[in-house]
C-alpha cells in the first residue's frame, strides 16, 4: 500500500519561511519522480515543483528563486523549503509520486501566508 504523508504547513507571517516534508512508503522511492502541487480555493491544481530519480529539478515561475526542492532518497522524504512566502502562496500543499495523470497523492497540508 503506498502512503505518501506531508507535514510542515502552517500559518506564516508575509516573508517568513516553511519546510514541508513528505515521507514515502509502499514504493521504490529512489526511481520516483516526485512533486509537489498545491490548490487555491477555487482555482485548479498547479504543479509547483519536480524532483526526478537523478536530482533534475523544475519549478513553477512563480516560485523560482524563492521555492527549493530536495529529496533524500535513505529518508524516503522529499522536502520543499518555502522562503519569501507572498499571500499568494497560500494553499493546500499535496505531494506527488509519478506524475499526476497516474501517481500516488498524499492528503495534502495547509499552507496559510498571512499577517
Known amino acids: 500500500q503506498v502512503q505518501l504523508g506531508e507535514s510542515g504547513g502552517g500559518l506564516v507571517q508575509p516573508g517568513g519561511s516553511l519546510r514541508l516534508s513528505c515521507a514515502a512508503s509502499?514504493?521504490?522511492?529512489?526511481?520516483?519522480?516526485m512533486g509537489w502541487y498545491r490548490q487555491a480555493p477555487g482555482k485548479q491544481r498547479e504543479l509547483v515543483a519536480v524532483?526526478?530519480?537523478?536530482?533534475?529539478?523544475n519549478y513553477v515561475d512563480s516560485v523560482k528563486g524563492r521555492f527549493t526542492i530536495s529529496r533524500d532518497n535513505a529518508k524516503n522524504t522529499v522536502y520543499l523549503q518555502m522562503n519569501s512566502l507572498k499571500p499568494e502562496d497560500t494553499a493546500v500543499y499535496y505531494c506527488?509520486?509519478?506524475?499526476?495523470?497516474?501517481?500516488?497523492w498524499g492528503q495534502g497540508t495547509q499552507v496559510t501566508v498571512s499577517s
Open positions: 506527488n509520486a509519478g506524475g499526476s495523470s497516474k501517481g500516488y
Open positions: 509502499g514504493i521504490i522511492f529512489s526511481l520516483y519522480t
Open positions: 524532483i526526478s530519480s537523478s536530482k533534475w529539478t
